[in-house]
């Protein structure tokens, strides 16, 4: 994009007769059961539901995503819900909520996700929906259960151990081979960084050849058991789709210190790919899955009409697009002001922190400045509010760390929300999710922060 572009596309038109062009289109959201009727119209048929969130730490956004889930379940005939999650710590909930593990509760199905940031999945909205789910598949044959499902790629030795575990009950020298191979790994002490590091600089071996070897293997297998779906079916799919993980992820870890692009290209591809392995793994029991995804907005939100674009990133969002044309929705959520639970840096305790409101201009100010605390724009109307969206503002996006001194350079980006997004969900004022863990940290921090004086 040439720099006279960019300036031309970045001075939108003004507040006023860009709120004269929205508000017509508004539809509040006033909390009774319809409310998102025009959501699930909008939706239609298509077979792909992705939802997203502006933040990981923001309650309002969990809540209403796991209730518009719920509608694409029970009236729609959703399948799956497949999460920014790792899929080992994903499968142990769909064990859970098919009614096939030994854990006692969804708290207990989720005690896996212990990994930084573990709130994101360890909370009470999504603890609360997983028995909403349980209980909702009791009763029903396991081809008509809706499933849990991750497609993240940070459990590299995790899914190791999983692939292990599973050839150790069913073939043992195929474990044997397995276990051969992922020996490369042994030098770095089940450390993914250290090893990234290692591979990246020549200062330990690649292990790319044997987890791609592995990953043929399991291939064949899983490919054998397909042909008569059932647990045994399910569980090779499993196994398979850990040796995918540890062949991304191999590959994730070993580029992620040659730059942010090549790394980010290579997580959301790997989870493209993980839910088109899924797609057609749940295909075989019947009628074409419809499969609901919950990530983050900067995953799911088409990143062609975003600055990440524009740096030479895709996204989840658009790889979907592209692969299923006419069968992807996308929604992204949005908030003016509230709390969040985010931690200060990677690793740190999360905390519960006043978020500052939104930059003058940008699309969370243009949102609040409509009149309306809660309501649902679909993007697409009519030509007239295409063009007064497609030009580009501001937009927040709050992953685990939120860093309020840098707001603007840590957690802003221009897009274009008529391209980036099908439908958007914004809620003025949002509150903090709240961790099954509560931490001092966590509680101690109630007093609201006062930026940007410090006083």
């Not at 929205?22 to 998102?36: A, E, K, T, V």
């Not at 859970?96 to 360890?122: C, H, I, K, N, T």
């Not at 029991?285 to 609901?292: L, N, Q, T, V």
């Not at 008529?418 to 961790?435: G, L, M, Y």
Request: glycine share 8%; aromatic share 10%.
């Amino acid at each position: 994009m040439t720099t006279q572009h960019t300036q031309q596309t970045r001075h939108p038109p003004s507040h006023t007769a860009l709120l004269e062009g929205l508000r017509p289109h508004l539809r509040p959201l006033d909390g009774d059961g319809r409310q998102y009727d025009g959501l699930l119209d909008l939706i239609g048929e298509a077979r792909f539901a992705l939802l997203g969130e502006a933040s990981h730490g923001s309650h309002e956004f969990y809540r209403e995503r796991a209730e518009i889930t719920k509608r694409l379940i029970t009236e729609k005939g959703f399948t799956a819900v497949a999460v920014e999650a790792d899929w080992p710590d994903a499968w142990r909930v769909n064990r859970y909520v098919r009614g096939l593990s030994d854990d006692a509760d969804a708290d207990a199905a989720l005690s896996g996700f212990q990994r930084f940031p573990a709130w994101m999945w360890r909370n009470t909205v999504v603890c609360d929906f997983i028995e909403w789910l349980r209980d909702y598949n009791a009763g029903l044959s396991p081809p008509r259960q809706v499933g849990f499902y991750g497609l993240d790629l940070y459990s590299l030795f995790s899914s190791i151990q999983a692939v292990l575990t599973y050839l150790d009950e069913v073939d043992p020298e195929a474990a044997d081979r397995a276990r051969y191979r992922y020996d490369c790994f042994d030098h770095v002490a089940e450390d993914s960084q250290a090893y990234g590091y290692a591979a990246s600089f020549g200062l330990g071996a690649s292990c790319e050849d044997e987890v791609v070897q592995q990953l043929r293997e399991m291939n064949r297998r899983a490919a054998e058991l397909s042909l008569t779906p059932g647990l045994e079916s399910d569980e090779a799919f499993y196994a398979q789709q850990n040796a995918r993980l540890v062949r991304n992820a191999e590959a994730y870890y070993r580029t992620m210190f040659r730059g942010r692009l090549a790394s980010w290209n290579l997580r959301d591809s790997h989870m493209v790919e993980t839910l088109a392995a899924l797609d057609s793994h749940l295909a075989t029991s019947g009628a074409p899955p419809r499969i609901a995804l919950w990530a983050h907005n900067s995953h799911l939100g088409d990143a062609s009409a975003t600055e990440m674009g524009e740096r030479g990133e895709w996204n989840v969002g658009q790889l979907m697009r592209d692969r299923y044309p006419g069968d992807v929705v996308l929604v992204g959520f949005s908030t003016y002001r509230g709390w969040v639970t985010a931690a200060s840096s990677w690793h740190e305790p999360p905390q519960r922190k006043q978020m500052r409101e939104g930059l003058p201009g940008s699309w969370e100010d243009v949102f609040h400045h409509t009149g309306s605390s809660r309501f649902l724009l679909p993007l697409h109307d009519d030509a007239a509010l295409s063009a007064l969206l497609a030009l580009q503002r501001l937009q927040r996006a709050i992953g685990v760390i939120y860093r309020p001194d840098t707001e603007r350079q840590s957690h802003y980006a221009y897009t274009r929300l008529a391209r980036q997004f099908d439908a958007v969900i914004h809620i003025d004022e949002t509150s903090a999710v709240e961790p099954l863990d509560l931490g001092q940290v966590w509680n101690d921090n109630e007093a609201p922060e006062t930026f940007p004086s410090g006083i």
